[in-house]
């Protein structure tokens, strides 16, 4: 597993099924990632991405990328969930 900083946020990413995915935890219901979480995508090069805020059930933010409720997570993800 490998950690990203860039401002305040940190990023993670780890190979999962020849995938890479990146988490980001926000505490916010309505979160904003800043440029630093695109460019961090972008450098390891994160097939998928979730942005994990206090709502309930999730959202599409952009192509790959999904907000959603830690819970949320866990359902959706395949199995993601039980990494974290």
């Given amino acids: ?3 990203f900083s860039t401002w305040k946020d940190a990023r993670m990413s780890r190979g999962w099924r020849n995938r890479r995915i990146a988490i980001e935890c926000k505490a916010s219901s309505v979160p904003a990632p800043t440029q630093g979480f695109w460019n961090a995508l ?3 090069g994160a097939w998928e991405a ?3 805020a206090l709502i ?3 959202y599409p ?3 790959g990328v999904a907000v959603v409720s830690l819970n949320q997570l866990h359902k959706e993800s395949d199995g993601i969930g039980r990494l974290i």
């Fill in 1 to 3: 597993m490998r950690c």
């Fill in 42 to 44: 972008e450098d390891i």
């Fill in 50 to 52: 979730w942005i994990v």
């Fill in 56 to 58: 309930e059930g999730s």
């Fill in 61 to 63: 933010l952009a192509r």
